[in-house]
């Protein structure tokens, strides 16, 4: 059996997430089927993340095992070929061994757009209209909330039965020029599913309410509980940007 570690870039809109679905179109699932359709094999797949419906990925990492031994210069090109135009494989790295595409990871980076203004046509689907008016300076102290170890039961689907202790390395947000849009950007080891989205509907809305205090963003941490009233942000507005490995020689593959 053959392994290859790939870097996987999509657009979300039309896609129920990355993970295979009954019934649902989804990017692991348009992998295998164009893999399929141009080798005439069949793969298996297993992403690093396994984002919802409707968000992006400029740094998917997957591990793909094939039962014949294709060139990787082959793989990128003839399957990239097969793809629809919003999901593009950027690269390939054949393995030596079967790892897990989580083994040596040392950092996951997201990123979240909104705009305060009407975005252009060209970005209104990758991010977030937010028609409030934002203090700035307190977004970034909410932010800041979130750094460290904490518990984020409070900030998951609700759903979670393991442990939910998460450690964020780092949170900010700052102005993108060709997007005449903001990004917030956060990052760390490894994230709930709903975290991110649910951290930055958190903060925007305690960096737009005066009422709102970073106390309240506390106290709701420290509770434990996702029964609460702040919002989910939508999907459209995050992308994983990319996943860093620790140094593995020919097979570390950081953007």
């Given at each position: 059996m053959?392994?290859?570690k790939?870097?996987?870039?999509?657009?979300?809109?039309?896609?129920h997430?990355?993970?295979?679905?009954?019934?649902?179109?989804?990017?692991?699932?348009i992998?295998?089927?164009?893999?399929?359709?141009?080798?005439?094999q069949?793969i298996?797949?297993l992403?690093?993340s396994?984002t919802?419906?409707g968000v992006?990925?400029l740094g998917?990492v997957?591990?793909v095992?094939?039962?014949?031994?294709?060139?990787?210069?082959?793989?990128k090109?003839a399957?990239?070929?097969?793809?629809?135009?919003?999901?593009?494989?950027?690269?390939?790295?054949?393995?030596?061994?079967?790892?897990?595409?989580?083994a040596?990871?040392?950092?996951?980076t997201y990123?979240?757009?909104f705009f305060?203004e009407?975005p252009?046509?060209f970005?209104?689907?990758?991010?977030l209209?937010?028609?409030?008016?934002?203090?700035?300076?307190?977004?970034?102290?909410?932010?800041?909330?979130?750094?460290?170890?904490?518990?984020?039961?409070s900030?998951?689907?609700?759903?979670e039965?393991k442990d939910?202790?998460r450690t964020?390395?780092?949170?900010h947000?700052?102005?993108i020029?060709e997007?005449q849009?903001?990004r917030?950007?956060?990052?760390?080891k490894?994230?709930l599913r709903y975290?991110?989205?649910?951290?930055?509907?958190?903060?925007?809305?305690?960096?737009?309410?005066k009422?709102?205090?970073?106390?309240?963003?506390?106290?709701i941490?420290?509770?434990?509980?996702p029964?609460?009233t702040?919002?989910n942000?939508?999907?459209?507005?995050?992308?994983?940007?990319?996943?860093?490995?620790?140094?593995r020689?020919?097979h570390?593959?950081?953007?």
């Amino acid at each position: 059996m053959t392994c290859y570690k790939i870097v996987v870039a999509y657009d979300g809109t039309d896609y129920h997430g990355w993970q295979i679905q009954p019934d649902a179109t989804t990017i692991s699932q348009i992998l295998i089927d164009s893999f399929l359709s141009t080798f005439n094999q069949s793969i298996s797949i297993l992403g690093v993340s396994r984002t919802d419906a409707g968000v992006h990925a400029l740094g998917q990492v997957a591990i793909v095992r094939c039962p014949i031994n294709i060139p990787v210069s082959a793989v990128k090109s003839a399957w990239n070929n097969a793809l629809p135009k919003d999901i593009l494989i950027k690269h390939v790295v054949l393995l030596d061994e079967l790892v897990h595409p989580h083994a040596g990871v040392v950092q996951k980076t997201y990123w979240y757009h909104f705009f305060l203004e009407t975005p252009l046509p060209f970005f209104q689907r990758y991010g977030l209209h937010f028609n409030k008016s934002i203090d700035f300076v307190k977004l970034q102290r909410a932010l800041q909330v979130f750094v460290g170890t904490h518990d984020f039961r409070s900030f998951c689907t609700g759903n979670e039965s393991k442990d939910t202790v998460r450690t964020v390395d780092s949170a900010h947000v700052e102005f993108i020029e060709e997007l005449q849009g903001y990004r917030i950007i956060i990052k760390g080891k490894g994230f709930l599913r709903y975290m991110v989205r649910r951290i930055v509907g958190a903060c925007l809305m305690a960096a737009s309410q005066k009422e709102m205090t970073l106390n309240d963003l506390s106290t709701i941490l420290q509770a434990k509980n996702p029964c609460h009233t702040l919002p989910n942000a939508p999907a459209k507005g995050l992308v994983l940007y990319k996943v860093l490995y620790e140094t593995r020689g020919d097979h570390e593959m950081v953007e």
